[in-house]
């Protein structure tokens, strides 16, 4: 995979009108009773996360009930750096219930032949835990981390992006490191009460993630699935080698059906806005050129298929991934979507499913 930049003029974008379901809602699929239990401890730390348990499934609230904000669960954080050991990942790890992890635990139990229920119950529990390397780590924040280049957060403002001087990049040390350790800004806080993460030489506890990343042609196949917002990646003998939550098109402007393949993977592409070409957005601005960088539409890295402007790619905002609707492509994690490209090559067939 080679770094050059490629200009891309793509369908690709979240849909304005989409909103993310609550942090803590499980799928509409999934039955009210299994949610998962949040089980927090009083104080989050990294004793506390290495040796958490987890608890009964929660109880359902009263239909009138007031829903406070979920804490950060010590067990469901041990859980989702686990699973992104595994190769399942559960997007940003931030220690919450939610769609993402269901995904993830009903994704590993299918692959581990157990009930692919999304329960994270004893028995998935003790099939997660035989990896007992910690789930938790120190890291110095170094002055490259906190000298930036940064620039403002903008949102998804085409113009507004188009106009950075640098490109659309972190807006702070806190949103860079939180995503290099796979993990949510509020959980990076939480984990670190007090400190002033633009400082260097300070001590944090973050995440320890360790998602695989593939050799080139490891990959031999990719399957996109809308219903279920999700993309595998497989091997050559047919293993299962990863799993990854994904945005995939949405009603009015749904994603390729049926066989398609990969054409090539640019790393820090840049991305162009042509209203010739596109029927949304900024039309009345003309032609723009945003510069390559994470805050980017289409993040970190580009894997092109040869379904004309449509590719799977990262994104701005990890936060909304399988929550938002997007213009027809196919969005991942940042960190996800630098995995998949790792192992795919250009001929590596990926199947959109229903």
């Known amino acids: 995979m080679g770094a050059a930049v ?8 979240p849909s304005p009108s989409a909103q993310p379901p609550p942090a803590n809602q499980a799928p509409t699929n999934a039955p009210a009773n299994t949610a998962i239990a949040p089980t927090a401890a009083p104080a989050l730390s990294a004793q506390s996360i290495d040796q958490a348990q987890p608890g009964p499934p929660a109880p359902n609230p009263p239909p009138t009930a007031a829903k406070a904000p979920a804490a950060p669960s010590a067990p469901l954080i041990r859980a989702e750096v686990l699973l992104d050991r595994a190769g399942v990942s559960p997007g940003v790890i931030d220690g919450k219930p939610g769609s993402n992890a269901r995904r993830a635990i009903a994704a590993y139990q299918s692959r581990s032949g157990l009930p692919a229920t999304g329960d994270l119950d004893a028995q998935t529990w003790a099939d997660l835990v035989r ?23 903008v949102g998804e403002n085409f113009v507004k992006l188009a106009a950075l001087p640098d490109g659309p990049l972190y807006a702070s040390p806190l949103e860079a490191l939180a995503e290099r ?21 300070t001590t944090i506890l973050v995440a320890a993630p360790g998602a695989p990343v593939f050799s080139k042609g490891d990959v031999t196949q990719i399957v996109v699935s809308k219903s279920k917002d999700e993309v595998s990646a497989f091997g050559a003998d047919g293993k299962l080698l990863a799993v990854y939550p994904a945005t995939v098109g949405s009603t009015e402007r749904p994603s390729p059906h049926g066989l398609h393949k990969v054409v090539g993977v640019s790393e820090n592409p840049n991305y162009v806005y042509d209203p010739a070409k596109l029927h949304w957005g900024p039309r009345s601005h003309g032609k723009l050129t945003i510069k390559p960088g994470p805050k980017g539409p289409v993040g970190v890295v580009w894997i092109a298929l040869n379904a004309p402007s ?25 960190w996800d979507a630098r995995a998949l490209a790792s192992g795919v090559k250009p001929g590596t067939p990926v199947q959109f499913e229903r």
């Open 310 to 334: 449509y590719g799977i790619h990262g994104s701005p905002d990890p936060n909304l991934i399988g929550k938002t609707a997007s213009h027809g492509c196919v969005r991942l994690t940042n």
């Open 6 to 13: 490629l200009l891309i003029v793509s369908a690709c974008s």
């Open 131 to 153: 990896d007992a390397r910690p789930a938790m780590q120190t890291y110095a924040i170094t002055p490259a981390d906190v000298a930036g280049p940064f620039a403002p957060d």
């Open 181 to 201: 350790f796979h993990m949510s800004q509020d959980l990076l806080r939480a984990l670190n009460p007090g400190v002033d993460f633009g400082k260097a030489g």
